[in-house]
C-alpha cells in the first residue's frame, strides 16, 4: 500500500514524536503541502527527515496517525516607512501521533506538483514471552 510521505521532517520533531504523545506541527513547505492535499485524517502518513530530492528505497522514516489536518492561507503584511508590502503564505497544520517506524520500499511523485508517496516495509514486532 502507499501512503503519503512528508520529507525534510526535523530529527528533533521526528524523536518527538516516538515519545508517543501527539503534537501539532505547522509545515511551510510546497512540497508538503502539495503532498497533504491528497491525505485525509484517519490515514497513515510516512514522515521522514530526508530531503524530497533524496529521498530513495532504503531510507528510515516514521510512520504517523494524521488526526487533524487543515491547510489554510494566511496574509502577512510587512509595514516599511517607504511602502507596505502584502504577502500570502500557504501553510498546512497537522496533529499527528506516532505509530510506528519503517523503511521506504519504493518511492513515487518525483514532478513538480505531484504528491510525495511511498511504499513501505512493514515493521514486525515480536514479544518473547
Avoid at 26 to 32: K, R, T, V
Avoid at 33 to 61: K, R, W, Y
Avoid at 64 to 81: A, Q
Avoid at 105 to 127: F, M, N
Wanted: proline share 5%.
Amino acid at each position: 500500500m502507499k501512503y503519503a510521505a512528508l520529507t525534510g521532517i526535523s530529527p528533533s520533531v521526528i524523536a518527538e514524536l516516538k515519545s508517543g504523545k501527539a503534537r501539532t506541527l505547522e509545515l511551510c513547505s510546497a512540497h508538503n503541502i502539495i503532498t497533504l492535499t491528497e491525505a485525509a485524517p484517519g490515514e497513515c502518513i510516512f514522515m521522514t527527515s530526508v530531503n524530497e530530492e533524496d529521498l530513495a528505497p532504503g531510507d528510515p522514516g516514521i510512520m504517523v496517525d494524521l488526526l487533524v489536518l487543515s491547510i489554510s492561507m494566511k496574509r502577512v503584511e510587512v509595514v516599511n516607512p517607504l511602502f507596505i508590502e502584502e504577502r500570502e503564505r500557504m501553510s498546512a497544520r497537522i496533529k499527528v501521533q506516532f505509530r510506528g517506524t519503517t523503511i521506504a520500499r519504493d518511492v513515487e511523485g518525483r514532478k513538480w506538483g505531484d504528491p510525495t508517496k511511498v511504499e513501505v516495509i512493514r515493521s514486525a514486532c515480536y514479544r518473547a514471552g
